[in-house]
């Protein structure tokens, strides 16, 4: 979700170049992760690079590192894809009420991954963190055992312009018809970005969570000069959520939205292992350092 003030910085500078189109690259599908960021962040999605063992309470697990953005791990201390699947899935299951589109979110995802060099982790763990957000009251007050909802594909949108399963501003949503492309295209949208499209609130498109990840000067122009985000998984997952990021310390709100104060922690959790459930988000609450002590938890 990324608040209005987000388009409000946009507009003037767009309208300043106008004349120059940099922001159609946004859903260019050719551009892929920076070549010096692939040591570090990226893996194919099959690789047995780690051989971590999951938590053995996905629901009560939550990683207190940072709240410095050096302090975040990298993917050498990830749980492997198909671990961090194996903990999801019952839930993509249940938020989806049945298998069915399973094997094509996953299959989107190693397509996805494979092109843009993100990291199907990384996809996977927004997928679970987006859909999780908008759907959380629903799930609450219908289900004893507080299960929330990650990756349901027929998510609403968040206002009327972020939509998709990565909730991505001028996304297009989930068809029922087309359930494989749909599917592949709502993570195209979020991962490279949307074109100039004639969505309210999205007259010049948005990036994906990709070019937050590049961190490339060009076309991020109003994010400022501020180099120590670029390049970093979490500081584009909060930029991505938030719109804008201020501190080193990640756990900084940034853009008047409350949940960017928890997104990298709750991202390097996913990677860890943590399902989203509520027992992890009230371990979250005593992480020191993080202030994160008032956290409301379901
Ligand atoms: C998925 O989300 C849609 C839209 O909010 C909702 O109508 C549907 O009931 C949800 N599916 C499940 C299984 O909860
Ligand atoms: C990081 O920011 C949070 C939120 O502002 C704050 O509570 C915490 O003390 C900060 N931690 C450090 C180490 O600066």
Same mark, same amino acid.
């Given at each position: 979700m990324r608040p209005a003030s987000f388009l409000l910085l946009v507009t003037p500078l767009t309208l300043a170049r106008a004349g120059i189109t940099p922001r159609a690259s946004? /859903?260019?599908?050719?551009? %892929?992760?920076?070549?010096?960021l692939l040591s570090d962040w990226y893996s194919d999605i099959d690789s047995d690079d780690s051989d971590i063992e999951g938590p053995n309470d996905p629901a009560g697990f939550y990683s207190c590192v940072g709240p410095?953005?050096?302090?975040?791990?990298?993917?050498?201390?990830?749980?492997?894809?198909?671990?961090?699947w194996a903990i999801n899935e019952p839930d993509i299951t249940l938020a989806n009420g049945g298998d069915s589109y399973n094997t094509h979110l996953r299959e /989107?995802?190693?397509?996805? %991954?494979?092109k843009s060099k993100v990291d199907a982790r990384l996809i996977l763990?927004?997928?679970l963190q987006e859909v999780w957000h908008r759907s959380l009251t629903f799930w609450?007050?219908?289900t004893?055992?507080?299960v929330e909802s990650s990756g349901n594909m027929s998510i609403g949108c968040t206002g009327k312009t972020d939509c998709g399963i990565l909730q991505h501003r001028g996304s297009?949503?989930?068809?029922?018809?087309q359930p494989k492309q749909s599917i592949t295209n709502m993570l195209i949208d979020g991962i490279y970005g949307t074109a100039p499209n004639p969505a309210p609130?999205?007259?010049?498109?948005?990036?994906?969570?990709?070019?937050?990840?590049?961190?490339f000067q060009e076309g991020l122009e109003w994010l400022g000069d501020a180099q120590f985000w670029r390049g970093n998984p979490y500081a584009a997952g909060h930029l991505y959520n938030a719109g804008s990021i201020g501190s080193e310390n990640l756990t900084t709100m940034d853009g008047g939205v409350e949940r960017s104060r928890y997104y990298a922690n709750d991202m390097v959790s996913r990677l860890q292992g943590w399902n989203g459930r509520g027992e992890g988000c009230l371990k979250s609450r005593q992480c020191r350092a993080h202030g994160f002590e008032g956290r409301v938890c379901y």
């Amino acid at each position: 979700m990324r608040p209005a003030s987000f388009l409000l910085l946009v507009t003037p500078l767009t309208l300043a170049r106008a004349g120059i189109t940099p922001r159609a690259s946004y /859903a260019d599908v050719t551009v %892929s992760l920076r070549k010096d960021l692939l040591s570090d962040w990226y893996s194919d999605i099959d690789s047995d690079d780690s051989d971590i063992e999951g938590p053995n309470d996905p629901a009560g697990f939550y990683s207190c590192v940072g709240p410095m953005i050096e302090d975040y791990p990298q993917k050498n201390e990830w749980l492997s894809f198909k671990t961090m699947w194996a903990i999801n899935e019952p839930d993509i299951t249940l938020a989806n009420g049945g298998d069915s589109y399973n094997t094509h979110l996953r299959e /989107a995802i190693e397509e996805i %991954s494979v092109k843009s060099k993100v990291d199907a982790r990384l996809i996977l763990t927004l997928v679970l963190q987006e859909v999780w957000h908008r759907s959380l009251t629903f799930w609450v007050i219908s289900t004893a055992n507080k299960v929330e909802s990650s990756g349901n594909m027929s998510i609403g949108c968040t206002g009327k312009t972020d939509c998709g399963i990565l909730q991505h501003r001028g996304s297009r949503k989930f068809d029922r018809n087309q359930p494989k492309q749909s599917i592949t295209n709502m993570l195209i949208d979020g991962i490279y970005g949307t074109a100039p499209n004639p969505a309210p609130g999205t007259p010049y498109g948005w990036p994906g969570y990709l070019h937050l990840f590049n961190g490339f000067q060009e076309g991020l122009e109003w994010l400022g000069d501020a180099q120590f985000w670029r390049g970093n998984p979490y500081a584009a997952g909060h930029l991505y959520n938030a719109g804008s990021i201020g501190s080193e310390n990640l756990t900084t709100m940034d853009g008047g939205v409350e949940r960017s104060r928890y997104y990298a922690n709750d991202m390097v959790s996913r990677l860890q292992g943590w399902n989203g459930r509520g027992e992890g988000c009230l371990k979250s609450r005593q992480c020191r350092a993080h202030g994160f002590e008032g956290r409301v938890c379901y």
